[in-house]
Each structure stands twice: as structure tokens, then as C-alpha cells.
């Protein structure tokens, strides 16, 4: 056992007043504990870190996923360290793909379709004549929105700074990433990528999908960001709530300088 300690922030989701006007501002909220990481059990998860072209490339991405500037940002400025740690200390990496073809003639992504196999197929519904025009409905009026469908024309791809290294495992879907955390006797996933509260959340490979298989989610609060509405925006609020949510739900909250000064980099 690799047995690490490293700053943890975690909610506390107790302690409801009712002597207040408001019960639940009795909870202690936002605490931070020095606790375990076993780096043999551990892999760090680079999901959805994708290159998806100039606004004047991809004009409807940019118009219907705001964040995509922040996610440049910390690819950019955050990832590169991330990363380059994790490889020099031996930690596991692994890059969760998805929107696309990009990564089918990757080696390591065959390697992982092969140690999986085939996924159970899902039974759907077929759906019917009011619901298919909902759908259109949404997918005009709510996202990505009407003019904005045939704008999305690149296609996405690795961000540089996100590329896969030879023999670093890539997964397309939930069955695949829980084949190679058998396989590596993997009991935690620690997340980066975009967005924290959209395709990290639920996409497949997500936490709600891992934490159903058994497996401890958590992120790093500095290198994920998330889909804001027009009211929350100015303030990133749908992160904070959905750096909560993660807390109360699926594991913990950390810092990458944290984690890279305890894994022997520079932090």
C-alpha cells in the first residue's frame, strides 16, 4: 500500500437547527480534514477534456456551452501539472472519451473494448408521436438550441494538453472504465474535466454510474468547471452546488497543488 495524507474538504449535511427561521443554516457546512489516499487503489480520471476548436470553427458550441473558455483555461493552466505529476509518482491515469469517433484507432482504447467486452445492451422504448416532438422542442428551444444545430460542425478531440500517453488506458462508456478498475483493483476515482454538474456527473463513466458499481468518486475542485445558466454565471454558482452535491453524495473535494505535493511533485 502507497498510503498518502492530503487536505479533504467535505460537507457537513447535519446538525438542522429548528430554533432558526431557516433549520437547514444550522448545518456545519463546508469542514476540511487531513485524510488517506491509498495511491495503489486510486486513479486519477481525465473525462471529456476535449479540444473543440475557435469560436469561428465551432460558433454553435460557443454559443450553447459557455464554459468551454474555462475548460480552456484549465487545460491550459491546471492539467499540464496535474498530470505530469501523476506520471512521474506512477498513479494511474485514465482518460474517459466520449462526443465522437476521435479515439477509435487509439491502441489503449482497443485494449480496454477488448478486457471489457461487449455492453449489456439497454432496452429502450420506442418513443412515440408527442414525444419526439418534445424532444425536437427542447432540442431547438432549451439546447443547443435552433440556430445553433448547424453551427456544430468540428468535430471534438483530445485537448493537447489532455492527450493520452502510450499505454494509458481510454474508456468510452461506464462497462468499460469498471473492467479496468477491476483489472487494476482501482477503489477510487478522482475527476477532472468538464463539466463537473453535466458529463462528469452523468455521461457515461460518470460518477453516478461508478458510485452504482461501488467505486468512491471524487474531483478537483481547480481542474473541473460547470455548465452555468444566465443567473449563475457571473458567480460559477452551478459548480458550488455541484461541488456539494459530489461532497454529500459520492466522495471528496480536493486541491491539485495538494495532491501533487503529497504525491512527491512540487504542489
Known amino acids: 500500500m502507497r498510503r498518502i495524507v492530503l487536505p479533504a474538504r467535505y460537507y457537513e449535511q447535519f446538525g438542522a437547527d429548528y430554533s432558526l427561521p431557516v433549520p437547514g443554516e444550522g448545518y456545519g457546512g463546508w469542514k476540511q480534514a487531513m485524510l488517506p489516499l491509498d495511491l495503489d487503489k486510486t486513479a486519477v480520471v481525465v473525462m471529456h477534456a476535449w479540444d473543440v476548436g475557435t469560436p469561428e470553427e465551432n460558433p454553435g458550441v460557443y454559443s450553447a456551452c459557455e464554459y468551454i473558455p474555462r ?3 484549465i487545460c491550459q493552466k491546471v492539467l499540464p501539472p496535474l498530470l505530469a505529476a501523476v506520471r512521474r509518482a506512477g498513479v494511474k491515469l485514465y482518460h474517459v472519451v466520449g462526443g465522437g469517433d476521435y479515439y477509435k484507432d487509439l491502441p489503449a482504447y482497443r485494449e480496454t473494448a477488448a478486457l471489457a467486452g461487449c455492453e449489456p445492451p439497454m432496452q429502450r422504448l420506442k418513443a412515440g408521436e408527442i414525444a419526439r416532438e418534445l424532444q425536437r422542442f427542447r432540442a431547438e428551444n432549451v439546447h443547443p438550441g435552433k440556430e445553433n444545430l448547424p453551427r456544430m460542425q468540428k468535430g471534438y478531440t483530445f485537448a493537447k494538453e489532455a492527450l493520452p500517453l502510450p499505454g494509458e488506458p481510454v474508456a468510452e462508456n461506464s462497462h468499460q472504465l469498471f473492467a479496468l478498475c477491476l483489472r487494476d483493483g482501482v477503489d477510487h476515482l478522482m475527476y477532472a474535466g468538464f ?3 453535466m458529463c462528469l456527473l452523468v455521461s457515461p463513466g460518470g460518477m453516478v454510474d461508478m458510485s ?4 468512491l468518486c471524487s ?10 445558466n444566465k443567473e449563475t454565471a457571473a458567480k ?8 456539494w452535491y459530489l461532497s454529500v453524495v459520492f466522495g471528496f473535494v480536493y486541491d491539485t497543488k495538494d495532491f501533487i505535493r503529497a504525491i512527491g511533485g512540487e504542489g
Open 236 to 243: 460559477e454558482l452551478c459548480k458550488e452546488i455541484a461541488l
Open 219 to 228: 474531483a478537483f475542485a481547480d481542474a473541473v468547471t460547470a455548465v452555468e
Open 212 to 215: 452504482r458499481r461501488g467505486l
Open 195 to 197: 463539466a463537473i454538474n
Open 71 to 73: 475548460s480552456v483555461e
